[in-house]
């Protein structure tokens, strides 16, 4: 499992473009609920792509690792979100609300939003395929911190790491059905993204045509249609989850996907024919070919149209050099700096980077090393429960089993969850930091000492605490944990925010 620098790139330039042209394609389409008859695009384009927020968010991501380095977190990528990301729409806006109120991720995506189930978060999973290409499980990781910003613990982060996964063993390994494999293997069993790829994954073993599949996938995994057509009311698929999008959205690109049977285009005409987010569905298709074939796979027909360079939709212009000159210009001098920060990961996480006379070789050669999810790679989803603070030997996890809210009189369970991470047993300390006015039981200090064993299932221990008050004094009541251990003379301080819902908005009268 190797591949040269140069066909790295041709594979990167593919993505790229082939995001580029899915976008472009399916763009006058969006959401809406029908059978499209596309062939080719719909406008004269002047050589030019059509912006699109598919791209825009993994602009941000590739200039936050090249500020701040590859070890790269939700928490700072939400900072970079909140200054650089314009839309306030779905779960773009519910993001930034929360944080903006205090809600560190996974809180800032999963804490009121309708949206975490939706589409925002796969399309921009290329940017970790092609910095960890042919190591999946490290996209995936990536993959995780990006989604839980603005998806919290919802389906939409599982639809992330299923097409991270997939696009980074796409470096390396060509066949279809073997790439979904290995996506799925990332993802719980029995979520929805999940049921939506065996769905079509069956569909197409047992013949259906792809028009019934689509139907199929609608019947079962739809959310709520914006705009739907006559026929497809007729089918009774009017009505739908607000949000719940992005199951419905991978069965599509999983139809072309199969459908199209590695042609390009037919793909990516069956994929926008299905309806839908088919921007979103189409561009995702486009990369994932471009991955596997190079750019130079991809007709020259869809090529000229759009040209090669890059053309933004919801990004702060004014924050990114002047009016976005820090911005990569075109898929060129994307895929270089791309390149850069590949070199970048691969170091960081000392996987194999040589150079053999005159030419880098990325990867080891084994090809007995296997593409699929590790063991134990499912735990990372403990931490769509609560923000994880990071402390070296440590790390602590603040979950909130009734939300991250408190009300009046009423009280509001905290759990606290510690880690250990080092070579040694420890015991550590807790004391909360309270503004006044606040009860806190079991207490304020506790006093008991706990051991964490290394190397076993009791390596982690949990507290539950419960908050109340009387009257909660402010909209954004903020705490810290102060964390000691005996065997570390550092001091380790945990947020902790609670937001006062005792004032609820009534239902809109009917």
């Known amino acids: 499992m190797k591949i040269t620098l140069n066909d790295y790139k041709n594979k990167v330039l593919g993505c790229w473009m082939g995001k580029n042209i899915g976008g472009t394609l399916g763009a006058p389409f969006e959401w809406l609920r029908q059978i499209n008859d596309v062939t080719f695009y719909q406008q004269d384009l002047g050589g030019d792509p059509l912006p699109n927020d598919d791209l825009d968010i993994q602009l941000i991501w590739l200039i936050a690792m090249e500020e701040k380095g590859v070890d790269i977190d939700a928490k700072l990528l939400g900072e970079y979100w909140m200054l650089l990301v314009t839309p306030h729409w779905a779960e773009y806006g519910n993001a930034k609300l929360n944080m903006r109120s205090g809600l560190v991720p996974p809180l800032s995506g999963s804490y009121s939003n309708v949206y975490k189930d939706s589409c925002g978060a796969f399309i921009r999973s290329e940017i970790w395929a092609c910095v960890a290409p042919g190591y999946p499980a490290l996209a995936a990781k990536f993959a995780f911190e990006d989604a839980i910003i603005d998806h919290g613990d919802g389906e939409g982060v599982y639809a992330e790491i299923f097409c991270a996964a997939l696009e980074s ?94 042609d390009f285009s037919r793909s990516l005409r069956i994929i926008v024919n299905c309806g839908e987010d088919t921007d979103c569905t189409a561009a995702t298709y486009g990369a994932i070919y471009g991955i596997v074939n190079g750019l130079d796979a991809i007709p020259a027909e869809w090529q000229k149209p759009i040209g090669r360079k890059i053309k933004t939709a919801c990004l702060n212009l004014g924050e990114l050099g002047g009016y976005g000159s820090q911005l990569p210009q075109d898929i060129d001098e994307l895929t270089d700096r791309t390149a850069k920060m590949m070199q970048q990961v691969f170091l960081r996480n000392r996987l194999p980077l040589v150079v053999d006379e005159g030419e880098m070789i990325i990867g080891d050669g084994d090809m007995s090393r296997s593409l699929y999810a590790p063991e134990g790679f499912n735990r990372i989803y403990d931490n769509m429960r609560g923000p994880v603070y990071r402390f070296g030997s440590f790390d602590v996890r603040v979950e909130y089993p009734d939300g991250p809210v408190i009300k009046n009189n009423i009280p509001t369970r905290v759990r606290v969850v510690v880690i250990n991470k080092g070579k040694t047993h420890e015991m550590y300390y807790l004391r909360w930091i309270s503004p006044d006015g606040f009860q806190i039981l079991p207490g304020l200090e506790s006093t008991a000492y706990i051991p964490l064993p290394l190397g076993s299932a009791s390596g982690e221990n949990m507290m539950d605490f419960t908050v109340s008050t009387e009257t909660v004094p402010r909209p954004v009541n903020r705490f810290a944990l102060e964390l000691t251990c005996q065997n570390k003379g550092s001091t380790m301080l945990i947020p902790v925010v609670l937001l006062n819902t005792t004032v609820e908005a009534l239902p809109i009268p009917k």
């Open 169 to 262: 063993a796409a470096f390396i390994e060509s066949d279809i059905q073997s790439l979904i494999d290995i996506g799925l293997s990332y993802i719980p069993a029995d979520c929805a993204i999940a049921g939506a790829v065996s769905l079509v994954r069956d569909l197409y073993a047992n013949g259906k045509s792809w028009k019934e599949a689509r139907d199929e996938v609608l019947r079962q995994y739809r959310g709520l249609g914006l705009k739907v057509s006559p026929e497809d009311v007729e089918k009774g698929f009017a009505d739908g989850q607000m949000g719940w999008d992005a199951p419905s959205n991978i069965g599509m690109l999983i139809i072309g996907m199969l459908y199209g049977e590695g």
